[in-house]
């Protein structure tokens, strides 16, 4: 079984340049979230989607935005960019939201290295 | 506001012996889960185990396994019979289990070495 799928791989942009990332969950799994990992860090939490719904939001400006569709694959967007953006953005895709009973488990991409010049 | 606090930033261990690293976290929750994730080089972040807090025994994957202790909010993880294929970042996170989509909460990373 395929796992999650990020594109592209690698990408380099100039500042106030628009960027769209691209993910597909694994067969199945009808959540998708998105993480900004920035060089040293560890992942910061972005959006989480849900049966095409965001249903989550992590603190990051309205410059990101992102959509699910209706075969569960999303697209995170990044508009006006900043040096600040360039970062590992990883993908990741569970059955559904965390609960009681379910903890959520994701499954992460290989993630997009978004370079900003 | 959670938070996760890695303060080894980097370990070094002998091919074959055990390695602890350790993992604190603040919460003001009682139901949740904490996970360890491996980020090699390849980038794409693994898991490695899951603990959910209402449970009192410690999680056990292998050669893996957590001291989960919840008053004192520490969750480290033990590698025994460390093997070159160990050598990654390691992530401790944190996830709130009250049905909610907040999303994990991570650490800043452990980078563990293995030494031949």
Known sequence: ?117 | AQTVTQSQPEMSVQEAETVTLSCTYDTSESDYYLFWYKQPPSRQMILVIRQEAYKQQNATENRFSVNFQKAAKSFSLKISDSQLGDAAMYFCAYRSARGGADGLTFGKGTHLIIQP
């Open chain 1, 1 to 117: 079984d395929a796992g999650v799928t990020q594109s592209p791989t690698h990408l380099i942009k100039t500042r106030g340049q628009h960027v769209t990332l691209r993910c597909s969950p694994i067969s199945g799994h009808k959540s998708v979230s998105w993480y900004q990992q920035v060089l040293g860090q560890g992942p910061q939490f972005i959006f989480q989607y849900y049966e095409k719904e965001e249903r989550g939001r992590g603190n990051f400006p309205d410059r990101f935005s992102a959509r699910q569709f209706p075969n569960y694959s999303s697209e995170l967007n990044v508009n006006a960019l900043l040096l600040g953006d360039s970062a590992l953005y990883l993908c990741a895709s569970s059955l559904g939201l965390a609960g009681r009973a379910n903890t959520g488990e994701l499954f992460f991409g290989e993630g997009s290295r978004l370079t900003v010049l």
